[in-house]
Each structure stands twice: as structure tokens, then as C-alpha cells.
């Protein structure tokens, strides 16, 4: 967000992880959402793409927004689910691989990544996400059956727009676009939207909030509500990334692998609350 003389200039910077072909996928996502009013339009370069190359990274540049706005659950929930809603349109040109997968088996990754590594710590908050995929988690078949569709893959409140003039909500940073189930983002969003530590009466209210806000713009299955939360367990703990580099070596964000954790382990805490609001809310 680039604040001008006209308002927020909403700037997107690519590295150089990010190939031609998700920079081209995120861009394609951006511009169907913006079509709805659910992002801002992108602005198209001189020669007319919708990305620019400047040195060793990629740029899109949406238009001028104002009044920016942050986004309570209840608000963020009815947004997501009409980007959710019209994602159903999304037919992207082109192939790309998903920036959000699972590994088939769940845990075969962080089996993988215990084998390698000799450092204790790692090892046990291995052992634990093991031990939480075994008692809380979807197996591969379950998993398998979960349908796929478009999400924005990184949906949080800081990613969503509030403007009052006009009253608009809209998404940005759509990088990590992907085919994934869409139950796991719709929990995601709704751990971005609160902080954890709440009691289980506050969550268990804000948690019906939110899914009968989403509910109200885009019904919830009631095979979804069935698996968000062990699905969402599934994905958290089965992530290894805060565990390596593609090098394969052992990453040091120990605070931010900490946070994850802690996280997780509150998660985990409050599974059956979370489980019976979803499976008691609106068929």
C-alpha cells in the first residue's frame, strides 16, 4: 500500500520465487475478483499486460483506494464467501502448480524431514504434529474426498480492503491462488480474525458469527461443515515449512515456528467446541 496525493496505491512485488506463470495465475485471480468489485482493477502496463518486470522482481499495480478500513470476522466472513462464490466462474488461461498442497500421506513429509535432522527440538515438535495428524487429523482417504476448488490462499484481514467512499470490500495479494478445499480457508480466515487465548464461550459465539455471516452470502455444505476443523488441523500440523529451507536444513524462525505452535496447540484445545458450532450451523 503506497499512499499518493490520489489515495492508497495498492502495489503488488513478486520475487524471484514466483515464476512468469503464477505471477500471470495471481494476476488472472486479481482481475476476476476485481470484476465483481471484490479487488481492486488492476491498472494494465503501456504495452498492455497486467504485470511489469523492474530488476529481479515482478510488479502488478491496482487502482487508487480510499478510506482503508479494517475488517471485523462477521464483515471479512461475507467477503470471503462472495470471492469464494465467484471463484466458481475462475477459469484461469494457462497451467500452474498450487502454491497450497498437502502431502499423500499427510504426515509423510514431516516423517521425512524427522529422518534428516538430528536437532531434539525439531524432532519432538515433529513427534507432537505427528501424534495430532494420528488423534485429530483426516486420513488420505478422507482427505482425497474433500473437494477442491479456487481460494485466494492467503485470506486474512490484512489482505481485505474496507473503503467507505463507496462502500466496497476488496481483496489483494492473491499470490498463492490455488485448487484446495475451500473449508480450510474459511476456518484459516477465521483464525486471522481473532486472537487466540479467547474463552470458550467467546469462540464458540464468534465462531457462529462468522459462519452464519458467510452462510448468509454463500451456503455452507453440511459435507464441508463436517471436516473444516479436523481438515484444518490436517493442513496445520502436516505443514513443514517452518521445519526447512529447499535446501532441506533447518530453518531458523524459531519465534515464528513458536507462534504456530502455540496456535495449533490452542486449536487443538478447543476442537470439539469448534466441531459441534460448525455441524450445529445453518444447513
Request: charged content about 20%.
Amino acid at each position: 500500500m503506497v499512499p499518493t496525493a490520489q489515495g492508497w496505491l495498492v502495489i503488488k512485488r513478486f520475487n524471484r520465487r514466483f515464476d512468469p506463470a503464477r505471477v500471470q495465475l495471481a494476476a488472472q485471480a486479481h482481475q476476476h475478483a476485481a470484476r465483481a468489485g471484490l479487488a481492486p482493477p488492476l491498472q494494465l502496463t503501456r504495452d498492455g499486460q497486467q504485470a511489469a518486470q523492474v530488476d529481479d522482481a515482478t510488479y502488478t499495480v491496482a487502482e487508487y483506494v480510499h478510506h482503508v478500513e479494517r475488517a471485523g470476522p462477521a464483515a471479512f466472513a461475507s467477503a470471503l464467501a462472495a470471492l469464494h462464490r465467484h471463484f466458481e466462474g475462475f477459469s484461469p488461461q494457462g497451467r500452474c502448480e498450487d502454491f497450497l498442497q498437502l502431502p499423500d500421506p499427510p504426515a509423510a513429509d514431516l516423517e521425512r524431514i524427522r529422518r534428516q535432522t538430528d536437532d531434539a527440538a525439531t524432532r519432538e515438535a515433529i513427534d507432537w504434529r505427528i501424534q495430532v495428524l494420528a488423534e485429530f487429523g483426516l486420513d488420505a482417504q478422507s482427505l482425497a474426498a474433500v473437494p477442491r476448488s479456487w481460494v485466494h490462499g492467503d485470506a486474512r484481514p490484512d489482505n481485505l480492503l474496507i473503503t467507505r467512499s463507496p462502500d466496497r470490500r476488496l481483496f489483494i495479494d492473491f499470490d498463492q491462488v490455488s485448487r484446495f478445499p475451500r473449508p480450510y480457508e474459511i476456518i484459516r480466515a477465521f483464525m486471522a480474525c481473532i486472537s487466540p487465548g479467547l474463552s470458550a464461550s467467546l469462540l464458540g459465539s464468534a465462531f457462529r458469527d462468522y459462519l452464519n455471516a458467510y452462510h448468509a452470502v454463500t451456503p455452507i455444505p453440511a459435507t464441508h461443515r463436517a471436516v473444516m476443523i479436523d481438515l484444518y488441523v490436517t493442513v496445520q500440523a502436516a505443514e513443514t515449512r517452518t521445519f526447512t529451507t529447499p535446501e532441506g536444513e533447518i530453518r531458523g524462525m524459531l519465534a515464528f515456528a513458536r507462534a504456530r505452535h502455540q496456535q495449533l496447540t490452542w486449536f487443538v484445545e478447543h476442537c470439539g467446541l469448534l466441531r459441534r458450532v460448525a455441524e450445529e450451523a445453518q444447513p
